[in-house]
Structure formats: C-alpha cells, structure tokens
Antibody
Framework: QVQLQESGPGLVKPSETLSLTCTVS????????WGWMRQPPGKGLEFVGW???????SYNPSLKSRVVLSLDTSKSQFSLKVTSLSAADTAVYYC???????????WGQGTMVTVSS | EIVLTQSPGTLSLSPGERATLSCRAS???????LAWYQQKPGQAPRLLMY???SRATGIADRFSGSGSGTDFTLTISRLEPEDFAVYYC?????????FGQGTRLEIK
C-alpha cells in the first residue's frame, strides 16, 4: 500500500523560503506524477505543481515565479520550495500521486505551515 | 485557466435522501477529465470519481458521476451519515489543474 508523508517546518517567517519534503513508501517513484496542493484555513484546495518521475515539472502560473519542485528517486522523495513567503502562504500543504491522464488518487495527511514573525 | 463553479455552496439534506451536486466549467473540460473529491474535517481529500463517471477504487456504488463538456454532476443516491462532508470537483484536462470552490453537504 503506497503511503505519502509530508515533512517540514510548521512555522516560517515572512520573506523566508519554505522547504517541504514528501516521502513515498510502499511503492515506486515511476511512472507517476508527484504533486503538491495547499489549502488555506477554512478555504478550498489550490494546485501548486507537479513533478513527473522523469524530472519534468509543471507549476500553477499564479505561483510559478516562487515555486520549485524536485525529485530524489534514490530516497523516494520529492520536494517543494516556496520563496518570498507571506501570510497568504499559510495553509495545509498536501503531497499526492497521480498516474498519466488521471487525477491525484493517493494523498499524504497534510502538514500545516504558518507564515508569521 | 479553467474556472470551476460548484453549486450549491451548501446543501442541507437528511440521511436516506438523494444529493445532487453541480460543477460548471468556464470552458470545455478536455476528454471529460473531471474528478470529484470528498473531504472531511482534518482529513486529506479522498478521490471519489474520475473521468467524470468512473468510480475510484473502493468507492460505494451510491456515488455516481455524469456530464461532459462544461456541465458535470455528482449524485449520491441515498445519503449515509458518513457522506456529510465537503465535495470538490477538479479538472485535469487542461493545465493548470483547477479545483471548484467546494459544496458543503450538511445534515438537515
């Protein structure tokens, strides 16, 4: 059974960079898409981006200038970096998996990130 | 990007009743690549439907999806107590992936 687990700091200061990692267990990195979504408190879901097992990436245009996704197949991990943080980036961040031409079907439990000084 | 508008915002029904949730897209969803998720408080979203009308693994057959083009529907034939949650539609046919704002299904 494939499981995903997010890890990273729960509190980050404004203007700093957030780094989150998602660890994949019970399955292979290939041939899947590995994505990140976020959900501000009390609000809906927002797509952040995905990284394909080949390393190809795609980002939400609204975040593209501040987001970088990467993959470490040797560790079965993929990572998210968000720069120039503001309070608007406060959210639960989820990692998830998708097959080609399919929606994200397996999700991590989510990790709450608060941007505050 | 494709904007998805869900209606109603909140739906108040009783167990045993039928629920009909709507998702309208601002432009055609390519190949009906439309999914539905269920989210309960404090939990990650759970995939219910994909490709508009295919049930995900392990999803009860009281859930069904329909639609094409720009209009899609999620139907829950007879509500069980565990079905009261927030439901999101999502299109994955045209980048970027986009979500609707959600419909809250609450107990009447």
């Amino acid at each position: 059974q494939v499981q995903l687990q997010e890890s990273g700091p729960g509190l980050v200061k404004p203007s700093e960079t957030l780094s989150l990692t998602c660890t994949v267990s019970g399955g292979s990195i290939s041939p899947y898409y590995w994505g990140w979504m976020r959900q501000p408190p009390g609000k809906g879901l927002e797509f952040v981006g995905w990284v394909y097992y080949t390393g190809t990436t795609s980002y939400n245009p609204s975040l593209k200038s501040r987001v970088v996704l990467s993959l470490d197949t040797s560790k079965s991990q993929f990572s998210l970096k968000v720069t120039s943080l503001s309070a608007a980036d406060t959210a639960v961040y989820y990692c998830a998996r998708a097959m080609d031409s399919k929606p994200f079907d397996i999700w991590g439990q989510g990790t709450m990130v608060t941007v505050s000084s | 990007e494709i904007v998805l508008t869900q209606s109603p915002g909140t739906l108040s029904l009783s167990p045993g009743e039928r629920a009909t949730l709507s998702c309208r897209a601002s432009q055609t969803v390519r190949r009906s690549y439309l999914a539905w998720y269920q989210q309960k408080p404090g939990q990650a979203p759970r995939l219910l439907m994909y490709d508009a009308s295919s049930r995900a693994t392990g999803i009860a057959d009281r859930f069904s999806g329909s639609g094409s083009g720009t209009d899609f529907t999620l139907t829950i034939s007879r509500l069980e107590p565990e079905d009261f949650a927030v439901y999101y539609c999502k299109q994955y046919g045209t980048p970027p992936v986009t979500f609707g704002q959600g419909t809250r299904l609450e107990i009447k």
